[in-house]
């Protein structure tokens, strides 16, 4: 089935600092990303959709200018927690569908753990 | 987007059949009902999805009765490793369409 791989799984920071995760598509294109993020014992937030070569959407209260979102290809979405805090210590998800593709099935990546110190 | 509601959790023993039901009162005609699994500390996987009557694949069945207000994820014959949370989702199959998770089953299955 297609793979869908993030980068890195995991991440640890200082207060102030910025991180950079990647999200690929491995042997598909995807138009659309979509970026989750879970705290523990939670289900999965959606945070915004990446639109490859135009802005993201971002779901109510999440702050476009502390997550930046990049969708440069139709493999390569980046999400970038700006000035991170202990409070943005979270799993963050990418996911996408194939472009085209008949089942509609979202491939999810295996999830990055950021942990602000 | 419809929201679902599924129990919080769920206890079985190993080789007992599963069945986890989720509600989903305000499904749309171009909605399909998809059930994911999720480890700890992974991305949630794909399990089945389906729009009407019954699907079956090689690790569950789904069922989902003519007014489509709710589904059943059925596992046969659990193991340990079967233990996760399994999230029931409703939504439209169109690669922009963004899928919203509710809640999930913790499924703890002992030996």
């Known amino acids: 089935g297609a793979v869908v791989s993030q980068h890195p799984s995991r991440v640890i920071c200082k207060s102030g600092t910025s991180v950079k995760i990647e999200c690929r598509s491995l042997?598909?294109?995807?138009?659309?990303m979509f970026w989750y993020r879970q705290f523990p014992k939670q289900s999965l937030m959606l945070m915004a959709t990446s639109n490859e070569g135009s802005k993201a959407t971002y779901e109510q209260g999440v702050e476009k200018d502390k997550f930046l979102i990049n969708h440069a290809s139709l493999t390569l979405s980046t999400l970038t927690v700006t000035s991170a805090h202990p409070e943005d210590s979270s799993f963050y998800i990418c996911?996408?569908?194939?472009?085209?593709?008949?089942?509609?099935?979202?491939?999810f990546g295996e999830g990055s753990r950021l942990t602000v110190l | 987007l419809a929201k679902t509601t599924q129990p919080i959790s769920m206890d079985s023993y190993e080789g007992q059949e599963v069945n986890i039901t989720c509600s989903h009162n305000n499904i749309a005609t171009n909605d399909y009902i998809t059930w994911y699994q999720q480890f700890p500390s992974q991305g949630p996987r794909f399990i089945i999805q389906?729009?009407?009557t019954k699907v079956t694949n090689e690790v569950a069945s789904l069922f989902i009765p003519a007014d489509r207000k709710s589904s059943t994820l059925s596992l046969p014959r659990v193991s340990l490793s079967d233990t996760a949370v399994y999230y029931c989702?409703?939504?439209?199959?169109?690669?922009?369409?963004?899928?919203?998770f509710g809640t999930g089953t913790l499924l703890a299955v002992q030996p």
């Open positions: 996911s996408a569908r194939e472009r085209g593709g008949p089942a509609g099935e979202l491939f």
């Open positions: 042997d598909f294109q995807a138009t659309t």
């Open positions: 389906g729009y009407k």
């Open positions: 989702l409703v939504g439209e199959r169109g690669a922009t369409n963004k899928l919203i």
